[in-house]
C-alpha cells in the first residue's frame, strides 16, 4: 500500500550547481568490432572505426555512428537503446553486456573498445547471432502460469512476502548476455543455460503457480541445472541486476528437497 | 517468393499484438508477423501502470475513469469507446493476474494500486488509487505475460519478419441510399525477411495492424528506433484516412538531453518538479492535483517555465524531478528502474539530488479510426470488412486530444483482445479475397529501387533533418509560421529521399535497406501530422497553438481525418485532403478543463 506522505514544501533553496550540467567533454576513440560479412568474406575479421564521441554516450551511439556516417553495412540488433528490450547483447572489451547501458566513459578509452558478437549461438552477420536456440530452451521450461485449480472469479492473492520470493527473476529481460557468458553453455549448445533456469525460477516459486514439481524434473535432466559450475559469469553479465548464480542455486535446493 | 495463407494475420508483436494473438489463435489459424523478437517491442518499456477501477484500496467505480479519461482527452474522446475501455479495464487487469502476472500486493494480498496523472475520485475531487502495477516495470511484465501466454498456446510467430505493405481491392458498392462508392477489402500483406531478404505474401482473411506509434518522427523521444509509424503509413498509402494526427503526447519527464522515460509514477508515489528558483511550480498552473495534472499541462507548464528564463542548468533549458524528500527505500521498492536510468544516464543520485527532465515526445494520439470492435474505417463509418488495428497505431478514440496515463497500456488490452475475438470471428465465415496480380510487385520495385540507387543522400543525414525541424517547431508549442517552416524543410526531405542510396547491397540482416524504408514513413507521418496541426485552428489538450490559444467547440469539436489524395489541396499541402468526422458524446458535454 502507498504510503501517505506530508506535502513536500512549496519552495525550496535548491542548492549551487544542482542537476549536473556543464559542458560535455569530448574524446576520441578506436571502436574495433569483430566483422562478420558471409556474403562477401568467408571469415570474420576484425575492423577499426576512430570516433569522436561525448561523455554521455553509450557503445550504440558509437556503433550508430559507425553505421551513418561511415559504413551503412555494420549490422547490429537495436530497439528501445535505454535497457529494457535486450535487442543489443554484445561481447563489448571481452564481457557481455547491453550496448545501449554501457557508457563509453566507463571504459578504457585510451585503449581500443572491442565489440564483438554474443558467444554460443551461431553467427549470422556481424554483431547478429540466431537467437532460435535461445529461445528454445526457454520455451521448453513451459514459461507460464500453469494452475490446475478452478479459475477464481476474481484475482487470486499473493502475500508480499510470497511475491517477493520470485520477483528477481520477472526482471529478465532475454537478452542472453547471461547464456552467451557461460563457459558451459558454450561447449555444450545443449544446456538449458542461465536464462531457461532464470525463467523456469520465476514461475517454479511463484504461489499461484501448481507445475514446479513438472518443471524440476525437467532441469533435473542431465542437459540442466547440475550442468551449471556457479562461475558467476552469469549473475556479472545480467544488465539487470538479477541474481543468476544464486537463482539457480535455489532450483538446485529444490530439486533436493523437493518442497516447492 | 513465398505464399502463406492464414486464417489471421497479425502484424506487430508487442501489447496490443500478443493480446489479439492469444484470442485469434485459441480460434483460428494465426500467424503473427514481426518486425522484432516478439520481447523487444516497446510496450515493455512501459513504467507506471495500468489503471482499472478495481477499488481494491479505495472507493473506485469505472463511470470515474470514464470521466476522467474523456476530461483528460480534452472532451475530444469518443465517450462509448472510454466506457468500454473503462468497463473492460477490470476484466482486462483480472485476466492479466490470471495470466500470471506478477503485480505489486496490498498487505491482504490483493492488486495494489497508486495514483496516477488525470486520475481522480468523484470526478476531479481528488487523485485516486487506480493504477495496477508491478514496481515501474509494468510494461515489461505485461509484455512478458503476454509472450508466456503465447508460447502456451503455440501461438506462430514469423520473428523480424517487416511487413511493408497491405494487398487491397476495391469493389463497386452501394450505400442504403443507393449511392455508389468503392469498397476497400484486405487481401494480406507483404513481408520482407531480415535474415534473407526475401519477399513473403501472407494472404488473410482478418488482418489486425497493431505496430505501434510514430515518435521517431522527433529527435527528443522515450520511442524505440524501431517506431517509426509503418502501420500508419502503409494504411494512408492505400487510402485509409489517419484520424487525429495532430494530437502527440509529448511526456513530462524525459530524461534531460536524452528524452529516455522517467515514469509518471515516481510523481504518483510523491515526487514533484521544481525550476530554477526551487519552486513547485505546478501549484501555480494546477491548483488541485499539481505536479498530477495530465501530461499536457503539465509538459506545457515546463515549457513554458523555461521559456520564461526559470529553466535549470546552463542553458537553462530543463527543470528539475525532487524525490530527495522520499525515502530511499520506498523509492528502491517503487521506483527502481527509473532512479537507475538516472545514475546510469545522467551520473545524477536521485536519493539526494534532483534529477534534471524535460517533455520527450511520447505517444501518438491518433491513428488508423476504428470503431469499438477494432474494425477500421475507411471514411467516417464505413467498416473494410478482416480489417482491424488495435494499440497505438489506432485511433478508436479513447484518448482524444490527451491520452491519460496508464490508459494505453489498458487500451493495448482492451482493444487488442476485441481486435483478436473480431478478427477470428470474421474469418470463421469469410471467404479469401483473391490477391491481386503481382502482389509484391509495389514492394519489390521499391527495394530494387534502393538497392540499385546511386544518389548522393544518406538515411541518417536526412532523418536528423527532419527531427530537428520538428522538436524546433512541432513540439509542445506551435503556431503558423512553426508549421510552414516545419512544412517547407519535410517537402525539401521528400525531394531529397528520392535521392537516398544505401551502402548495404546484400540480402541478409540489411538493416541499411530498412532503415531507409522507414525513413519514407516518417516523412509521410511527419506531413500529416504537420498538416493536420496547420488545420485545427484551436488549442486542446496535447496539441497549443499560440496564435489560437483557447478551445474552440464550436468551431472544432470533431475529429480531424486526413487522406493522402493527389488530386487535393490542404492548407496549402498538396497530396493530403483534410476532412472531419463528430465526436461521439454519450454521458458528459464539454466542460471548462480545470484541475
Redesign the interface.
Known sequence: ???E?PE???????KPG??????IPTFNITLRVRRY????TADAYWEDFKLTMYG?DRVLDALHKV???H???L?????????????DAMRINGRNRLAC?T?LKDLDTSKPITVEAIKGLPL???L?VD?EPF?QS??EI????I?DGH??S???????AD?AK??DT?????CAACTSSCPVFWTDGQYFGPAAIVNAHR?IF?S??DAGDMRLEILNDKEGVWRCRTTFNCTEACPRGIQVTQAIAEVKQAILSRTV | MQVHKYDVVIVGAGGAGMRAAIESGQRAHTAVLTKLYPTRSHTGAAQGGMCAALANVEEDNWEWHTFDTVKGGDYLVDQDAAEVMAKEAIDAVLDLEKMGLPFNRTPEGKIDQRRFGGHTRDHGKAAVRRACYAADRTGHMILQTLYQNCVKHNVEFYNEYYVLDMLMVEEDAYREDGTAYKQKRVAGVVSYDLATGELHIFQAKSVVFATGGAGKVFKTTSNAHTLTGDGMGIAFRKGIPLEDMEFVQFHPTGLAGLGILLSEAARGEGAILRNSEGERFMERYAPTIKDLAPRDIVARSMANEVREGRGCGPNKDYVLLDLTHLEPAHIDAKLPDITEFARTYLGVEPYTEPVPVFPTAHYVMGGIPTNIDAEVLQDNDTVIPGLYAAGEVACVSVHGSNRLGTNSLLDINVFGKRAGLSAAKYAATADFVALPEDPEKFTSTQIDAMLNSTGTERVAVLRKELQDIMDANVQVFRDKDSLDRALVVIEELRERYKNVSVQDKGKRFNLDLLEAIELGFLLDMAEVMTAAAMHRKESRGGHYREDFPNRDDENFMKHSMSYRDATATTEGISGIRMETKPVIFTRYQPMERKY
Open positions: 500500500m502507498s504510503t506522505l513536500p514544501a512549496s519552495k525550496i533553496e535548491l544542482v542537476g549536473g550540467g556543464g559542458e560479412t558471409p556474403e562477401s554521455t553505421k551513418w556516417e559504413d551503412g553495412s549490422s547490429f540488433r537495436r530497439s528501445c537503446a535505454h535497457g529494457v528490450c535486450g535487442s547501458k557508457l549470422e552477420k556481424d547478429i537467437m529461445f526457454y520455451r513451459m514459461p507460464f502460469l494452475n479459475e477464481p476474481g484475482e487470486r492473492y499473493q502475500s508480499a511475491h520470485f520477483e520477472t526482471k529478465c529481460i532475454l514461475f511463484d499461484r503457480d
